[in-house]
């Protein structure tokens, strides 16, 4: 039969009632559209979290540690030999130090804060991205200890400071008391440095606890031999494994972030299930209208059934018919339900950015529609319509002609 | 296509019975019919409700089965065949007017006489341009962007004979086409069909109780509680 005379005979059909097929089409739109709204916010706060575990690439980064162990030292020769493990492209270290800080000049008290001596490559796979400013400056590899250069704050550090517009900080001098703590300095000593002038160039957003962050190759110079711990980025996450072992061989502690990922999915994967779920409901209510719809078409056209059978029309054909009448609605609702979905979730996400910049956030997608998830809800509606055409489309395969003619 | 000659028995049917089952009554509508229609006849099967007749073209149509008996259309027993088979047969060999014309109402009145074509596998176009020379023919050419809804009795009855002749069948079959309809209206039909066999070389066979179309065809049975009572062939 041919196709477009079957499309276009199934829409007849459908416009026929007008009112009725609106109707359940718009109940296929809201089912379809509450699946969107509802699993693409899940996806969007999944997404968001995982940032915030990762800030990016992280699946294919292994952090490195020593553990407890006061015999294993990560210094130059191991990070050597870590780097030349065949998986490993680059290894990143950075030095836990300690630092008294203040605002160049003022009399108040210095505060207590963290003092990373790291690279930027290792700020960039651990999430803390420039948030005002920039990154580090090179600086001479002579840098005097009086004069380390620039270093990179974050907003923690700012508000114990007292300076609320992050991007004034840029530019703004510190004055530091850095001590490195015996376990990093060579001479098996804690050294607490003279104090030094800093200059504010960048600053990341973090609010947990005041850090300071300076270029590690700034800390040459005072003698530091031992780093507290090393990022390796591994060719692939397939060699993720092999990589972690043959560290492990040498004697330090690895870490993962795709095992805290792993539960993070876990956690996100069973959350959007029971949000999906809710939009199922309606889904399956508007494939229980479409069925009413469907059966109340066929009981309404029984005779015109009766009329395609003595025609000659095979059951197949005759199938054919219902079911691209289900189709289309399936079609429609599916597409329209997506739009609908995408234009409600944006309308809501630029809501909560406006309640969120009010209160000083930031803005930010809460939600997230992946291209494969968009694609599986579409194919899914369809399925959905088609199923519930299955049978009233059956049914009228079973129409007894000469019963209908009988009747009449 | 091969058309059936003169000489040639288009419907053979032997000693054919129907029984129905009501209850604990049994019904015989159909008492053992022989009878052989040749092709080109326009054969009038007259008789008073319940004889019969509408039980004997369901049969025919293929869309009752016998109880006992054969019928052969062109040397072919049609309940050898699957249902679909017998949509086949009926799509290709027979056109059908009903008493009451059925429609497919969300189709135009020329859509619905180029169903039959699209049925057996044509494309619309080709169908739409077939379906308009049949309504040029039988000139009915003004009905035919209408809804069937929009038609009166007679309208829709010619409509009804213009689906029926669409795809060429050899045999076309019109029960009580002229029920519903007025005097004027009744003999439109009549003559529509009188020239469907006399032009076309068409079978036809026309089930009536107006003894007014008596004299019309070229053979008349007379059928009474199941049986053939008399067949008169006219020259």
Known sequence: MDRGFLLKFAGKNLSRHRLRTTLTVSAMVIGVSAIVFLVAFAFGIERLVSQEITGGNAFELVDIGTGNSQIIKLNDESVAKIRSLGNVKQVEVISNLAAKIKTEGSTSEPIDVSFFGTTAEYMNWSGLQIYKGKGFEPTSPNASSADLGNVVVNTALLSKLGITDPASAVGKTLSAQIIIPKEIYGNGEAKALEENILVITGVVKDEAAPNVYINYKNLVAENIKVYSQAKASVSSRTAIDTTRKEIENLGFKTEYVGDTLAQVEQIFGFFKIILGGFGLIALIVASLGMFNTLTISLLERTKEVALLKILGMKRRDILKVFLSESLIMGFLGGVMGIVFGIILSTITNYVLNNMAIKSGGDPTNVFYFPGWFMATVFVFSVLTALLTGLYPAYRATRVNALDVLRYE | ?235
């Open chain 2, 1 to 235: 296509m091969h058309k059936a000659e003169k000489s040639e028995v288009l419907i053979g049917i032997e000693n054919l019975k129907k029984d129905f089952v009501v209850g604990n009554e049994t019904i015989h509508a159909l008492r053992g019919i022989d009878l052989e229609i040749m092709a080109q006849e326009f054969l009038v099967i007259f008789g008073p409700s319940g004889c019969g007749k509408s039980t004997l073209l369901n049969i025919i149509l293929g869309l009752d089965r016998p109880t006992h008996g054969k019928i052969r259309i062109s040397d072919r027993d049609i309940f050898t065949l699957s249902d679909d088979g017998r949509g086949l047969y009926r799509s290709r060999k027979i056109g059908m007017v009903h008493q009451m014309p059925y429609w497919v109402k969300t189709l135009t009145v020329l859509e619905n006489i180029a169903m039959p074509l699209i049925i057996r596998g044509l494309k619309q176009k080709s169908a739409t341009e077939r379906a308009r020379q049949v309504v040029i023919e039988l000139g009915i050419e003004e009905l035919s962007d209408h809804y069937p809804t929009q038609l009166s009795g007679g309208q829709q009855q010619r409509a009804g004979v213009a689906r029926a002749i669409v795809a060429d069948p050899w045999i076309v079959i019109a029960d009580e086409p002229t029920g519903n309809l007025d005097s004027k209206g009744a003999q439109e039909v009549i003559n529509m069909l009188s020239n469907l066999n006399k032009l076309q070389k068409k079978t036809i066979i026309l089930v009536t109780h107006n003894e007014d179309y008596w004299e019309i065809g070229t053979r008349r049975i007379e059928m009474k509680d199941g049986k053939i009572i008399r067949d008169i062939k006219h020259g």
